[in-house]
């Protein structure tokens, strides 16, 4: 990859690593659907703006309802199920969750026809399955109803995301990040708005939650997406997706070293398991090279 490249791959690792931390915290002030509503508002709103301040022209020719489809699962969905879920099982076991979302990326793909499976990818998928079973089956915490609705929260929030994304790609070719970006986020903020007469604010926000949730938005959510569909166009999809395997290592040592969560032998062996097994699905482990036949000289 080009330098250019490699530090919006850096970038994203680390935003959205870090991200999981910041959620936790706005999650505690706004509630889990007031930390997606208004965190969607604020990141398409702002881009608005700034596209309007520096005369950026923006094409959203491609009609509502491809940008709700996928404000409603890659953004509301996926948000959602994480917001409900981390708070409930922890960082680190989300961020190993999260990185699921390659494989049932193909699945989609597959369904859809966009892609073609390999038998490399096959064992991939069975590999991550397996993974999943070690991360959920075998925590260090006491297997309660909580536990079993936020994996399931983050679970279907990945299957969200991973949808919108293949949608995305099949339906929005011709659209620019930009408009991606925002059309989407603004679809998933009025999506998610309605679910905030069940799910009111959890506290009375201080100027340092509205600075944790300005930093979510604009940092980890409009910038982030921007620089993601970027690099999608720069070195393709599937080795774009594959930042996910780095954004489930930091986030996993934030959660050990910052948040003190314990996970067991067990569930470290089903997070090596499914990033192997994404790894099998995005075909980037290095093929072996043929042997070129001997031929002698006449």
Known sequence: MKPGAIAAYIFLAVAWGLSFLLMLRVVETFGWVG??????FIASLMLLLIA????????????WRAFSIVGATTVAGQLVGLSYGTPLIGTAMAAIIVATIPLFSMLISQFWGLE??????????????????????????PVTLSFVLGCGACLVGCICAAFGSN??????????????????????????????????????PGPIDF????????VMSALTYITYFWLVSKIGATKAISVEFAVTIIAVLIGALVLHEPLSVLQLGGAVVIITG????LGLFPRRKQPVPFMPET
């Open 35 to 40: 930390a997606v509503t208004i965190r969607c």
């Open 52 to 63: 309007k301040l520096t005369g950026r022209k923006l094409n959203f020719s491609a009609g």
């Open 116 to 141: 073609k499976m390999t038998a490399q990818g096959l064992v991939g998928l069975l590999l991550g399955a397996g993974g999943i079973i070690l991360l959920v089956g075998f925590p260090t915490v």
């Open 167 to 204: 949608y995305a790609s099949r339906s929005l070719k011709g659209t620019g990040s930009w408009e991606i970006t925002i059309g989407s986020f603004l679809a998933g903020g009025f999506i998610t708005l309605p679910l905030l007469l069940a799910v009111p604010f959890r506290a009375i």
């Open 211 to 218: 600075f944790y949730l300005f930093t979510l938005a604009m």
């Open 278 to 281: 994404c790894m099998l699905v």
